[in-house]
C-alpha cells in the first residue's frame, strides 16, 4: 500500500481531484491496518495458554468435587491415617494399581493387586474395607466389591 501511495506521489502528475481521492482513500486504509496491528500487539499472548472456557470450568468442579467426596468417604474411617490420605497417595494404593474383574449378574468384584510395604499395606486394607462396607459403590447398577489378591507364592488359609 505504501508503494502505491508512493507511486502517485512520484508519478509528476498534476494533483487532479481523481488522484487527491485515491491519495486520501489509500492513506486512510493504511492509518486503518496500522490501527489493527497496534491493537493487535496491544493485547496480550495467548497462545498456547488455556482460556477460561466453560469445559475448563466444568472440568475444574468436577475435580473440587470428587476430591470432596473423598475426603468426606475418607473420614468415615476409623484409621486416623487413613482420613488424612491425599488423593495422589489413594490413587497409588488403590486406583492406580492392577487388578483383575470378576463380573457375575449383579456384582462386580475388583480384584487389587496389594502392596508390599506393611505400612502401605494396611492403609490400602483400610481403603478396600472402606470403600466395600461403609461407601458401597455401585457401577451400572450391579454393586462394586473390591478384594485384595493374594501375593503369588502365598497359600490362603
Known amino acids: ?6 507511486a502517485l506521489c512520484a508519478s509528476g502528475e498534476p494533483a487532479t481531484a481523481a ?24 493485547q496480550p499472548c495467548t497462545k498456547g ?44 494404593l488403590l486406583l492406580g494399581r492392577s487388578a483383575l474383574v470378576c463380573v457375575e449378574a449383579t456384582v462386580l468384584t475388583l480384584w487389587i493387586d496389594p502392596v508390599t510395604d506393611a505400612h502401605h499395606a494396611a492403609l490400602q486394607r483400610e481403603l478396600v474395607r472402606l470403600f466395600t462396607e461403609d461407601v458401597p459403590l455401585r457401577l451400572s447398577g450391579a454393586k462394586l466389591v473390591l478384594r485384595l489378591r493374594q501375593p503369588l507364592g502365598t497359600r490362603r488359609t
Request: aromatic share 2%; with cysteine.
Open 1 to 6: 500500500m505504501e508503494r502505491e501511495i508512493d
Open 19 to 42: 488522484v487527491d481521492r485515491k491519495l486520501e482513500v489509500r492513506c486512510r486504509r493504511q492509518a486503518a491496518v496500522h490501527a489493527q496491528q497496534e491493537d493487535l500487539r496491544a
Open 49 to 92: 495458554v488455556r482460556q477460561p472456557t466453560a469445559t475448563e470450568v466444568l472440568c475444574k468442579y468436577l475435580q473440587l468435587l470428587l476430591c470432596n467426596v473423598l475426603v468426606l468417604a475418607l473420614a468415615r474411617s476409623a484409621v486416623a491415617a487413613v482420613r488424612t490420605l491425599t488423593p495422589a497417595l489413594v490413587r497409588e
